[in-house]
């Protein structure tokens, strides 16, 4: 019986390649001379810290971080930006999450969204952080996939293990 999985991944090293690219930007160009710009990423907490000197040098730096982002093929939907800070010494501090994974509430919406299609045959279950779906026909999966791609959730949503 074919079946696919949905999931919401996030490609660390690419976004690590992003934060180092704009790490490199923000140093050589001359709009961020001495206001100390800094763009941390913690791996673990899957957070990026950004620091500058005042907020409108923060929201070039998360401009540059974003289109860092965009050309690493990184989804903006999976950033998370959190309000801008009042740091030490004037300074002001945007922490950023990283989300990855479907939560329940989405993988219920996932569900609802897929039931709403009534497509004969389809079945999806919820295991764990991702949404198996299965079918009789493969063109009705490709269906599915299609119409999960026009609908809009809050994550990025690829479809993977696609097997007949």
Same mark, same amino acid.
């Given at each position: 019986?074919?079946?696919?999985?949905?999931?919401?991944?996030?490609?660390?090293?690419?976004?690590?390649?992003?934060?180092?690219?704009?790490?490199?930007?923000?140093?050589?160009?001359?709009?961020?001379?001495?206001?100390?710009?800094?763009?941390?990423?913690?791996?673990?907490?899957?957070?990026?810290?950004?620091?500058?000197?005042?907020?409108?040098?923060?929201?070039?730096?998360?401009?540059?971080?974003?289109?860092?982002?965009?050309?690493?093929?990184?989804?903006?939907?999976? /950033? +998370?930006?959190?309000?801008?800070?009042?740091?030490? @010494?004037?300074? =002001?501090? %945007?922490? *950023?999450?990283?989300?990855?994974?479907?939560?329940?509430?989405?993988?219920?919406?996932i569900n609802v969204?897929?039931?709403?299609?009534?497509?004969?045959?389809?079945?999806?279950?919820?295991?764990?952080?991702?949404?198996? /779906? +299965?079918?009789?026909?493969?063109?009705?999966?490709? @269906?599915?996939? =299609?119409? %999960?791609? *026009?609908?809009?959730?809050?994550?990025?949503?690829?479809?993977?293990?696609?097997?007949?």
């Amino acid at each position: 019986m074919p079946s696919f999985d949905v999931v919401s991944e996030i490609d660390m090293q690419e976004v690590r390649n992003a934060v180092d690219q704009a790490w490199r930007e923000i140093v050589n160009r001359f709009d961020f001379k001495n206001t100390n710009s800094t763009i941390e990423l913690d791996d673990k907490s899957m957070t990026i810290t950004l620091e500058s000197a005042s907020q409108d040098r923060m929201f070039a730096l998360r401009q540059v971080l974003e289109e860092k982002f965009v050309k690493r093929k990184v989804s903006l939907k999976a /950033v +998370n930006f959190g309000d801008i800070e009042d740091a030490a @010494g004037g300074r =002001a501090r %945007l922490v *950023a999450g990283l989300e990855a994974g479907i939560s329940r509430e989405l993988a219920k919406q996932i569900n609802v969204a897929i039931k709403d299609l009534k497509i004969k045959g389809i079945q999806s279950s919820t295991q764990g952080d991702q949404v198996r /779906v +299965n079918g009789k026909k493969r063109d009705a999966l490709q @269906g599915v996939i =299609a119409a %999960l791609k *026009a609908e809009d959730f809050e994550l990025p949503l690829q479809f993977q293990n696609f097997r007949d």
